[in-house]
């Protein structure tokens, strides 16, 4: 019932429209950090001082989580839309929004910062909008975690890991290009082509925020807050003021853009603003940060505006001695105005960062590293074109990071055809590690042949393959009736021997069962257990099957142990979870050693029998799919000596297709290996 539920069509239109949302806000918040990663790391120091811990914390941790952090949700945001490695994808999306929604409550309900951050300034939304978007991607979370094969993919499994790769090499670059230089997007009220005083208005009628200022003040060692109103005499001396919001109003997105001459403790806001001429601004929130590299370029600048009549102001949150170092360690000789830190933090995400005004209008920024020099500043502003409002176009920025992510992609994909193809050649490096492993190609007789015809078809091939010696092993799997008769004139250096089956019971009162050890004493090697059509017809569960393998191995046979998928379950996009089922189910509870001994037949059921044959691609990709659940459960060295073959309507005209796929290893074979002839033309595919 569950089953059929998780299959229905209805369910896998809720898992993909689940996945849709969850990836595309996983890459718009991954994006947003990526774009302005200084800003993510401000809010992250707010996080720490509110908690307490930004002290315990080295300098460099916030800016290293952002980065972190974009990378993070920008990579699995791709993965969750492309269905790139769903199973790993979507545990980790859970997981994510399993820290995340009860955090997010948490800081719903302390408030210890008004905003959370997790949208950057592309879209700021208050802690309680948080949780409940938070919940709702939770529940996405939890439904593609329930099935993420039904994420429809659109790569095959090789591209995944280029892509994976891919997106996350890129967020990280994207990530460093906008640190080094500035957000290549600016979602702040201070972008380029914004007017700052425009910013500030009040629309008529709306409420105006309170605020009053808190000073704390000290006397005979007491420490005491005061507000304007009952301010002290001067036997208290002055130790700090704080601003705090009385009553919120409406507030303008440029609320505190205040700017106070350092020596005179004026404010200049206004003449400034309104100056008609060119204003530089160099912003360095804390000199004490801000890096020196550039000062001479700071220096020629100021010389610059000095002598074409421009205003020049550095504004900075640092107290007058950080100040007077700065000028005595870099010669500075331009003014400085006090601003808030954050203001300043906001303004540009550089320090230091340089501003261009005119009139209040923000004509363009530079960060300290991109400053223009004498061979950009060759003539007075009005005939530059830098003196010219910069063009911002965010969605044309936003098309060029498009282009940015898909050429690469597709070079890279173009790269990974070329490889691949070239990987089909028999000489490349994955078939040269694949000899390690045997390649070998099996008859399964099954109920098809008396003694006499299978005696006489086992003569047949043992001549053919005496006079044509094949270059992989070759093996018959017949009825047990004819196992002790072949076994006394097949050339088992040539051909192995198997049985089609053997019983879960050591010895004993078993009427019709034929025991590994009975198996073995007839000559033969082989065994093949777990065939569906047993599976089937003879309600072979995986528990019987492992006790099966258990005495086979006992006993010294190698097992073909059979997996594969139904109809439906291809269809439900399925056959990776229950190959892995079967495994798991079966064979994966035995040792590495133990393990050496299995050969793993996958044969989807809709193809045995039916004419319809896998193709080579589907094929590969899920042999490939089986050699890394080996690998993930025994290792790498192990998974490349596992032989993994083919089953299913194989022929002689298909089989050097299929063979030629890095992770084919042959063929097990049923209906063609009746013939002589066909089964040697199958055996053959391996010569071509
Ligand atoms: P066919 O080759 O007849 O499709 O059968 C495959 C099979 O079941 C081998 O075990």
């Not at 297709?657 to 992770?663: I, N, Q, S, T």
Request: net charge negative; aromatic share 10%; charged share 20%.
């Amino acid at each position: 019932m569950a089953t059929r539920w998780r299959n229905s069509v209805t369910w896998r239109w809720v898992v993909n429209i689940c996945r849709f949302i969850l990836g595309a806000t996983f890459v718009f918040s991954g994006f947003v950090k990526a774009v302005d990663p200084l800003g993510t790391s401000y809010k992250i120091q707010d996080y720490l001082t509110a908690f307490g811990l930004s002290e315990l914390v080295p300098d460099m941790v916030p800016i290293a989580l952002s980065v972190a952090l974009a990378v993070l949700e920008f990579g699995v945001g791709v993965h969750l839309m492309l269905g790139i490695k769903r199973r790993a994808t979507t545990r980790l999306a859970l997981l994510i929004m399993i820290v995340m929604t009860p955090l997010t409550l948490y800081l719903a309900l302390t408030n210890p910062i008004s905003d959370c951050g997790c949208f950057g300034d592309a879209l700021v939304l208050t802690n309680w909008q948080t949780f409940g978007k938070n919940v709702v991607l939770l529940i996405c979370a939890i439904v593609v975690f329930i099935t993420p094969w039904n994420m429809v993919r659109f790569l095959t499994k090789k591209m995944e890991w280029t892509l994976s790769n891919y997106s996350v090499v890129f967020a990280f670059a994207l990530a460093v290009y906008c640190l080094a230089t500035l957000p290549i997007i600016d979602f702040r009220p201070y972008r380029i082509g914004n007017n700052i005083r425009e910013g500030m208005v009040i629309p008529e009628g709306a409420k105006p925020t309170v605020f009053d200022t808190r000073f704390v003040m000290e006397k005979d060692g007491v420490k005491q807050t005061f507000t304007i109103d009952n301010y002290p005499d001067s036997t208290w001396t002055f130790i700090s003021a704080e601003t705090v919001v009385v009553e919120k109003g409406y507030e303008p997105p440029i609320h505190d853009f205040v700017m106070e001459e350092m020596e005179t403790g004026d404010d200049i806001t206004d003449d400034v603003l309104d100056d008609p001429g060119y204003t530089f601004l160099l912003v360095m929130h804390r000199t004490e940060e801000a890096n020196e590299g550039n000062i001479d370029l700071i220096n020629e600048l100021y010389e610059y505006s000095k002598e074409h009549e421009y205003k020049f102001y550095a504004l900075s949150s640092s107290s007058a001695e950080a100040i007077e170092l700065w000028r005595d360690r870099t010669g500075a000789e331009y003014p400085f105005c006090i601003m808030d830190d954050i203001t300043l933090k906001t303004i540009v995400r550089s320090n230091p960062g340089l501003v261009l005004i005119r009139e209040g209008m923000i004509l363009n920024k530079w960060c300290d590293s991109q400053i223009p020099d004498e061979f950009k500043l060759t003539a007075p502003l009005e005939e530059l074109t830098l003196g010219q409002t910069k063009e911002v176009n965010d969605l044309k920025t936003l098309g060029w990071v498009c282009v940015w992510f898909l050429v690469p992609l597709a070079l890279i994909v173009l790269i990974d055809r070329i490889f691949n193809k070239k990987n089909n050649n028999k000489n490349n490096n994955k078939l040269i590690k694949r000899s390690m492993r045997k390649k070998i190609v099996a008859g399964n007789w099954k109920m098809n042949m008396n003694l006499q015809e299978g005696v006489a078809l086992a003569k047949e091939l043992n001549e053919a393959l005496a006079a044509d010696k094949p270059n992989c092993d070759v093996v018959i799997c017949t009825p047990f009736i004819h196992l002790a008769t072949v076994a006394q004139f097949l050339n088992q250096d040539v051909i192995g021997l198997g049985a089609e089956n053997c019983a879960d019971k050591v010895k004993g009162a078993y009427t019709g069962e034929v025991s590994a050890e009975m198996v073995k004493s007839t000559g033969a090697q082989y065994v093949i257990l777990g065939h569906s059509e047993r599976r089937e017809y003879y309600k072979e569960t995986p528990e019987i099957l492992k006790e099966k393998v258990l005495l086979a191995l006992a006993n010294g046979l190698k097992v073909i142990f059979c997996i594969g998928e139904s109809l439906a379950e291809r269809e439900a996009n399925q056959q990776n979870e229950v190959v892995k089922a079967e495994l798991e189910g079966s064979v994966f509870n035995l040792s590495a050693a133990e393990f050496a001994n299995i050969i793993i037949a996958y044969e989807p059921i809709w193809a045995i029998g039916t004419g319809k044959t896998a193709t080579a691609e589907q094929a590969e990709e899920i042999h490939a799919y089986i050699r890394g659940c080996v690998a993930e459960k025994y290792g790498a060295e192990v998974a490349d000596n596992t032989s993994i073959l083919y089953g299913g309507s194989c022929k002689a005209s298909n089989a050097p297709e299929l063979f030629a796929k890095p992770d084919i290893d042959g063929g097990l074979i049923g209906g063609a290996s009746l013939k002589c002839t066909d089964f040697k033309g199958i055996i053959d595919a391996w010569k071509k």
